[in-house]
């Protein structure tokens, strides 16, 4: 695993796709080393073109838990395949393995099991960022860090947001930050932290200054002004004590 290996993988998925708005890897040195005490060569790499670089938790492979599923199904495929005499024939197995999962295979968790392909036909493309970015995150500032903080966050509990973009918030003291009038819960530990909030049309991403995913929600019904993944509070039913979580 090397970066040039890694940077020609990532230039041949956008002369495909298209720049995407963000890139979601592990820690490896060869991706995106930043909590190694530098950037890495695919970092800066795709930061000149505007991609924000993400990181799951280290030794958390959870967070590429759908990628990591999709290597067992390849796995599983080859192994019925006739052996390869050469790595060209590996990869003409490779291609026929894409083929089949994203434009034969139903997909389990996609309405009427639709294909892959049909799903990404079906969605509108995001717009490729902007190297400087079109949301110019939020600095502190002011006299009074509380005063500020509060003034922030009226600020977006009110301001609309657009279909995608990014800013920097701080997590209050109850572990939580507003953009567009919800209340995200992100981690009651790290109060008064700086977290960034990424979003698209589906879901909204929040990770720390290092780029490390922190958690993710789809964008709730609208009405909602609350969202964790934490089940309901049983204090917080009436007549209990602290407010009620839709």
């Not at 890897?25 to 695919?42: E, K, M, V």
């Not at 995150?137 to 903080?149: A, K, L, N, S």
């Not at 953009?179 to 008064?192: C, E, M, S, T, Y």
Request: aromatic share 6%; net charge positive.
């Amino acid at each position: 695993e090397t970066s040039d290996a890694a940077i020609a993988v990532f230039d041949k998925g956008v002369a495909a796709h298209g720049v995407p708005q963000r890139l979601l890897t592990d820690n490896g040195a060869a991706l995106n080393p930043s909590r190694r005490g530098h950037a890495g060569r695919l970092v800066e790499h795709v930061r000149a073109l505007g991609v924000e670089p993400i990181t799951g938790r280290p030794y958390k492979p959870t967070t590429q838990g759908k990628n990591e599923r999709f290597h067992q199904t390849l796995l599983r495929y080859l192994d019925q395949q006739p052996l390869a005499d050469s790595i060209a024939e590996l990869q003409e197995q490779v291609d026929r393995f894409d083929h089949i999962y994203n434009t034969q295979r139903p997909h389990q968790g996609l309405p009427g099991r639709i294909t892959g392909q049909q799903a990404w036909d079906a969605t509108e493309v995001a717009q490729a960022p902007r190297p400087d970015h079109d949301t110019a995150p939020i600095t502190p500032g002011g006299p009074d860090p509380q005063q500020h903080t509060t003034a922030r966050r009226r600020v977006h509990r009110h301001k609309p947001i657009g279909a995608t973009g990014q800013r920097e918030l701080t997590i209050t003291r109850n572990g939580t930050v507003h953009i567009g009038g919800i209340a995200f819960l992100v981690n009651r530990h790290l109060a008064a932290s700086t977290v960034i909030a990424i979003w698209d049309t589906s879901t909204i991403t929040f990770a720390d200054t290092h780029g490390e995913v922190l958690i993710q929600y789809t964008w709730p019904p609208q009405g909602t002004t609350y969202v964790s993944h934490h089940p309901p509070d049983p204090t917080n039913q009436r007549g209990g004590r602290g407010r009620k979580r839709p």
